[in-house]
């Protein structure tokens, strides 16, 4: 069976610092993956999705950046943080990677930037 | 632009009782995907139930089933026998025919509460 998992689970940073969180798939090959950003009260937001490695398409723009160094394995980056980074991470996989494919996500990672 | 609505921010409902959760969304495409996604309190989120819009049978998944019309733009979430592992945030999603890779998009949530 399929498993994703991101790291860390928490993280605090102060502002202007960076950042790199992880997020790894077992069980498939060449998924799609997404990197969603879940504001306090709000629903998600998409912020990057990957179809292979090395290919990134980013729907928001900001001081973020992802990348896709392997099959299985998307990290999401910042040179420096703002507070407004804030929240929770999520990191989610697809398989069928077409139309309407359904996305399972990670745990997340929830990032506080003071 | 396309958007979800869920009017609820907050439910609860007594356990073993019936909790129906509303959603709308604005769309001019004809096909589409819609989703429910439960968040409990771990955070991660899990996929509850998924319905095809050309489907005109509403999705079932044991003691969840959806209520979906299309013509109203409606796709209400109704969770029977409410259990207290239900307690959770609820959110709806929906993907539009020709949208991105990654074009899900959701709405803000319902946050349910089954007392005991």
């Known amino acids: 069976s399929q498993t994703i998992h991101q790291w860390p689970a928490t993280l605090v940073q102060p502002v202007g610092s960076p950042l790199s969180l992880e997020c790894t798939v077992e069980g498939t090959s060449n998924p799609n993956l997404y990197w969603y950003r879940q504001a306090a009260g709000r629903g998600l937001q998409l912020l990057f999705y990957?179809?292979?490695?090395?290919?990134i398409s980013s729907e928001v723009p900001q001081n973020l950046s992802a990348s896709r160094p392997q099959d299985r394995q998307f990290i999401l980056s910042s040179k420096k943080l703002l507070l407004s980074d804030s929240g929770f991470y999520l990191c989610?996989?697809?398989?069928?990677?077409?139309?309407?494919?359904?996305?399972?996500f990670g745990p997340g990672t929830r990032l506080t930037v003071l | 632009a396309q958007t979800v609505t869920q009017s609820q921010p907050e439910m609860s409902v007594q356990e073993a009782e019936t909790v129906t959760l509303s959603c709308t969304y604005d769309t001019s495409e004809s096909n589409y995907y819609l989703f429910w996604y439960k968040q409990p309190p771990s955070r991660q989120m899990i996929l509850v139930i998924r319905?095809?819009?050309?489907?005109?049978q509403n999705a079932t998944e044991n003691r969840f089933s959806v209520n979906f019309q299309k013509a109203a733009k409606s796709f209400s979430l109704k969770i029977s026998d409410s259990q207290l592992g239900d307690t959770a945030m609820y959110f709806c999603a929906f993907w539009p025919y020709g949208g991105s890779q990654g074009n899900l998009i959701f709405g803000k949530g319902t946050k349910l509460s089954v007392k005991p």
């Open positions: 319905q095809e819009a050309y489907k005109q």
């Open positions: 990957s179809v292979g490695i090395g290919q």
């Open positions: 989610a996989w697809g398989l069928e990677g077409g139309w309407g494919d359904t996305q399972y």
